[in-house]
């Protein structure tokens, strides 16, 4: 059955639910524009990525991000999962209180006015063989997983979470950075906690590759093993399936989180996001390395992208796509419907260049003309827990989009130069 299409009309406005952007690494907006004349493929960017994340620490992380996520409100989006795997100092020693850099992240997210799912990350080894980590790694790592269990639970028992605004998940970086003792671990302390579980899987061939060379299965095959798939788990990326892979994740009805931006960023390819959703997969959206951010761009891209790997058109419907990037990104989170329907998102159709010629069009076709060619620039007003964020097209809290500019850009150039 089609995706409802709920949608509002206003004077000159189109009023959308909120868009859920299910996957973020909020450092990773530092590199927009650093990376993109560097030949080379995800391995030779990670390199790039690495080196920003040995520079942080927690003021200039609670800084950037709080930066990064005013942008993420004024395009659109009004809910964050942040895949949050920089955990300790410099040197891999722990800050007086281990959840020091979770808690920057929490302050961004209030500062700035999005909800939250903090998503804290398992990240323990540097390959699928076992390999030990090394030099920024050590940030990442809380040694194996009933430290990280420890850890999560202080957080979880802090009182920052269960709030209207924000909310704990689990994650396992992706099968090269956990064993399987340990991916254990965290389905259980997910379990346990009723929390999300996010996962990156097979975004890159070669992930497939060692996975198999080393433990002769597919890294979703050895997720099942693990007990790490359920309706909680949310596998990021996703591109390099096999149809046996992909049954799997319908039959446990797990989350789908494609980056579209992302995966052609860094050339990672395009997952088989169709057979997915047939085979019982809910899609949902995320920006990742926030290559843009750009709530429309990323919706109309899970279906551009499918239609070049598919050479049709159609695929998906637009309310399919507001589908994966409204309640499909909710439920990857932990949030349920009822808690997010106050936030909205209004654009303007009767001054934008993009969507003139608008009059006339039913709901749908309205819809489809806002997905398909509306930007950041056309969002006039955000609604987020009942609270006006973004008016008039300027932060509210934060001032206007100029001010949010000027404040991004020094926070990043702090951390490149």
């Known amino acids: 059955m089609p995706n409802a299409i709920r949608v509002e009309r206003g004077d000159g406005s189109l009023r959308l639910p909120g868009f859920v952007n299910a996957h973020s690494h909020a450092f990773h907006r530092v590199l927009r524009g650093l990376s993109e004349t560097e030949a080379g493929d995800f391995w030779t960017w990670r390199r790039l990525m690495y080196g920003v994340a040995e520079r942080l620490d927690p003021d200039s992380y609670r800084e950037l991000a709080t930066c990064v996520y005013a942008e993420m409100v004024l395009a659109g989006w009004t809910c964050v999962g942040e895949f949050h795997y920089l955990h300790h100092g410099r040197d891999g020693r722990r800050y007086s209180d281990p959840n020091e850099m979770s808690w920057a992240l929490l302050d961004a997210a209030e500062a700035a006015g999005i909800r939250i799912t903090l998503l804290d990350t398992c990240y323990l080894q540097a390959g699928v063989a076992g390999e030990g980590v090394e030099g920024v790694q050590v940030r990442f790592s809380d040694g194996d997983g009933d430290s990280w269990s420890r850890r999560a639970t202080s957080a979880a028992e802090s009182g920052r979470f269960g709030l209207q605004t924000a909310r704990l998940g689990s994650a396992i970086h992706s099968v090269r950075a956990v064993p399987r003792t340990a991916m254990e671990s965290v389905a259980a302390w997910s379990a346990a906690n009723a929390a999300p579980l996010h996962v990156h899987v097979s975004e890159q061939r070669r992930e497939n590759e060692e996975c198999l060379a080393a433990l002769s299965m597919t890294p979703t095959d050895l997720l099942f093993s693990a007990g790490a798939l359920s309706e909680r788990t949310t596998g990021v990326h996703a591109t390099h399936l096999t149809a046996a892979d992909v049954t799997r994740y319908g039959l446990a009805r797990c989350g789908i989180c494609a980056c579209p931006t992302t995966e052609r960023d860094l050339g990672d390819g395009v997952g088989p996001f169709d057979d997915l959703a047939d085979s019982g997969a809910v899609l949902c ?130 951390l490149v130069s």
């Open 285 to 414: 959206i995320g920006s990742d390395s926030h290559a843009v951010i750009d709530p429309f761009e990323e919706t109309r891209s899970l279906e551009t992208h499918m239609r070049l790997t598919e050479e049709r058109r159609g695929i998906f419907g637009v309310g399919d796509l507001l589908a994966a990037a409204g309640a499909g990104g909710a439920r990857s989170l932990g949030w349920a419907d009822e808690e997010l329907e106050t936030d909205l998102v209004v654009v303007r159709i009767d001054s934008s260049p993009a969507l003139a010629g608008a009059d006339g069009l039913d709901d749908e076709a309205l819809a489809a003309r806002v997905l398909f060619g509306a930007g950041p620039a056309d969002v006039e007003a955000v609604t987020i827990a009942d609270h006006v964020v973004v008016e008039g097209g300027e932060h509210v809290r934060l001032g206007p989009r100029r001010a949010v500019a000027e404040r991004l850009s020094r926070a990043v150039t702090e």
